[in-house]
Structures are given as C-alpha cells and as structure tokens.
Nanobody, 122 residues
Framework: QLQASGGGLVQAGGSLRVSCRASGRALSNNAMGWFRQAPGKERELVASIGWSGGGALYGDSVKGRFTISRDNAKNTVYLQMDSLKPEDTALYYC?????????????????WGQGTLVTVSS
C-alpha cells in the first residue's frame, strides 16, 4: 500500500513537501511517480524517478520548480514543490512503477496511493 501525506494549504510562491511511504512492499526495485488531478481536469504526470534515484522525469508545467527524490531505506518517495502557483492546486497521487526505470504513462504504474490534497491560494 502507498500512503501519501504532507498536503495542505500554502500561499502562491511558497513551498511544500509531500511524501509517500510504502508498506508491505519494498519500493527499492521499481520506479515511483507522482501524478496530480485538478477538478475538471485529467490526471497528469508530475514527476517520476527510477529505482536508484536517477532518471528523474518531470511534467512541463513543474520543471525547475519541483524535485522528486526517494529514500529506499525508508521506503519513501518525496516531492519537493517550490514556487507554487494556484494552478498547482490538485489532488496529488503517488504511484508504484512496474519497471525499474522512470516512465511518463499511466501504464508504467501498477499501484496507486489515495492522494493528498494541495491547495495554493493566490
């Protein structure tokens, strides 16, 4: 199971870090990703990271502002979000990959957390 946490309300320009911890299954063998879904919009990739912590991929809208990282010893993946904008408001989901290497497609992931809500006020 994947348990996301750390969401909340932040002002535009601020920062927030969300976390995702896996239980009952080690993260270390496969890629992990963060997706988000805003009201009325499709779910989109935010970031993905390979099994070793390399090969990070980012959605175009968050490049240069967000950073994905992982700590395999803690079975946890993080998403550091800086310079937040109101359009970053969404439910953020973590996802467990089916392969060791990062991927952009939904089909690259086989398990999903319940989501944590991030709200950015203007």
């Amino acid at each position: 199971q994947l348990q996301a946490s750390g969401g909340g309300l932040v002002q535009a320009g601020g920062s927030l870090r969300v976390s995702c911890r896996a239980s009952g299954r080690a993260l270390s063998n496969n890629a992990m990703g963060w997706f988000r879904q805003a009201p009325g919009k499709e779910r989109e990739l935010v970031a993905s990271i390979g099994w070793s912590g390399g090969g990070a991929l980012y959605g175009d809208s968050v490049k240069g502002r967000f950073t994905i990282s992982r700590d395999n010893a803690k079975n946890t993946v993080y998403l550091q979000m800086d310079s937040l904008k109101p359009e970053d408001t969404a439910l953020y989901y973590c996802a467990g990959g089916r392969r060791p290497y990062s991927g952009k497609s939904f089909s690259d992931y086989i398990s999903w957390g319940q989501g944590t809500l991030v709200t950015v006020s203007s």
